[in-house]
């Protein structure tokens, strides 16, 4: 058996959605940094610091991995559209 894969209703919208999450969370990290290289006695630590990286990056790569794949079944959909139609 054959799994179809669902359509995605807006492929476009979706996409902008993802990088819209991936602009935000690599803010977030960048206040994070911006705070511990200011320094100050309510500065995080470098573990948070560390951990956030960890967390927030690693939570963009795997964003940004569904983006693409959203990209390429999309792109390979409407490939598969065009061919019947033909």
Not at 23 to 50: C, E, H, R, T
Request: aromatic fraction near 6%.
């Amino acid at each position: 058996m054959d799994k179809e894969q669902p359509r995605v209703k807006n492929p476009t919208g979706m996409l902008t959605m993802h990088g819209l999450v991936i602009a935000i969370v690599v803010y977030m990290f960048w206040q994070i940094l911006k705070n511990y290289l200011a320094g100050g006695p309510d500065a995080p630590s470098l573990a948070l610091v560390i951990g956030a990286g960890v967390v927030l990056l690693g939570g963009c790569v795997v964003i940004g991995y569904m983006a693409i794949r959203l990209y390429r079944q999309s792109k390979r959909q409407a490939e598969e559209d065009r061919q019947e139609k033909e």
